[in-house]
Each structure stands twice: as structure tokens, then as C-alpha cells.
């Protein structure tokens, strides 16, 4: 019975070390935007008595990692524009018009950082700064990033970095200002994305 308990004592301490060493980061190198399990969405608030939550639904984007200096690690994403999904048909033709985000001759929405700080309190949070264009509009805009894991996915056992963030921008600065200021200006952006390693 001692040797079976001290077997099982092994097994679970090896079980422990598997689990620390899987969080224990990643290899730096070029990721890719897993698209299946990554989220862009938006909201704005509509004459005041609600704030609709729009999402797109086709993105691809690459995210450059160094694991040993973070603050050199970039991330670009390219959105298709059309794929804005309002939740309803009609809603979702009015938005790819020309009088809104025009995908007819602005077929894509570009994102491309330029530098990443980390916060002061923790090394999971810091301060994105990058490039947004919209309808041709370039603007510098800033988003609050948090780190939640850099690990190898326990599936497919790929090394995976995974984050949240969230800002705010005008959606005039952009020449998207149809309604506005009646229909809200400011845009609130939520992001959920997961980079894989490129195999």
C-alpha cells in the first residue's frame, strides 16, 4: 500500500510540474490570429436609450513575440469591412454604404502597433499604441491590454498567447460621422483574441 500511495505521490507531482511548465511561456516568433477563437466587437450610444453591440466576423492579423523584451513584440490585424454584423440584415446593409464604412471602396479596416508599455503595477497589463485606419482616415489610437496567457494550447499543444483589450476613439476622426453627434460619437472597442505560433 506505501509503494502504491508513493507512486501516486509521483504522479501527482509530476502532474503539478507538467502544469507550471506549460505557463511558463512561450518561444518568441511570428503568431497567427486564431479566428476561431478571437472576437472584435464595438458599441455606441444610440440617441441615448441604448448601446447596440456590433461585432465583424472575417479578420486576419499576426502578432510578432518576444518573450524575453515584450516591449518589441508588434501585432497587425486587417479586418474586412463588409463582414460588419450589426444583427440584422437591413441594419447591416446600411452600415456597408457609402454615407457609413463605404466597404465598396474601403474594403478593409487596418490596425498596426507602434509601441507596447507595459503598466507600472503588473507586467499582464499595459498600454497599446498603434495606427487605426478607417475609410482611408489614419489616426493614433491607444488600447489597454491585458495579458491573460502564454502557454501551449493543452489540445493541440501549439504555443499560444492570448490577451484582452479595450478602448475608445471617435468615430468622426475616421469620416464614419453619419447621424452624429445625435447617434453617439465615441466608439467603445472590445477585443478577445488568441495567437497560435505559425507552424
Partial sequence: MKSLKFIFAILVLGSIANSAIADDGVP???????????????????????????????????LNYDDKNIE??????????????????????????????????????TFKSNSYKPGADSSQKGKLHGI???????????????FNKAAPNPFSKVPVVGFSAEGAFSRTAFGVDKYAPVVGDNITLNIEVEFALEQ
Wanted: aromatic share 12%; glycine share 6%; net charge negative.
Fill in 28 to 62: 518568441s516568433g511570428k503568431y497567427l490570429l486564431d479566428t476561431t477563437h478571437s472576437y472584435i466587437i464595438f458599441s455606441y450610444s444610440h440617441i441615448e436609450f441604448s448601446n447596440p453591440i456590433l461585432r465583424f466576423r472575417k479578420f486576419k492579423g499576426e
Fill in 72 to 109: 518589441n513584440s508588434n501585432v497587425s490585424v486587417t479586418i474586412d469591412a463588409a463582414t460588419i454584423d450589426g444583427g440584422f440584415d437591413k441594419f447591416n446593409e446600411d452600415l456597408r454604404a457609402e454615407d457609413l464604412f463605404n466597404t465598396a471602396k474601403y474594403p478593409e479596416i
Fill in 132 to 146: 487605426l485606419t478607417v475609410k482611408g482616415n489614419s489616426q493614433p489610437v491607444s488600447l489597454d491590454v491585458t
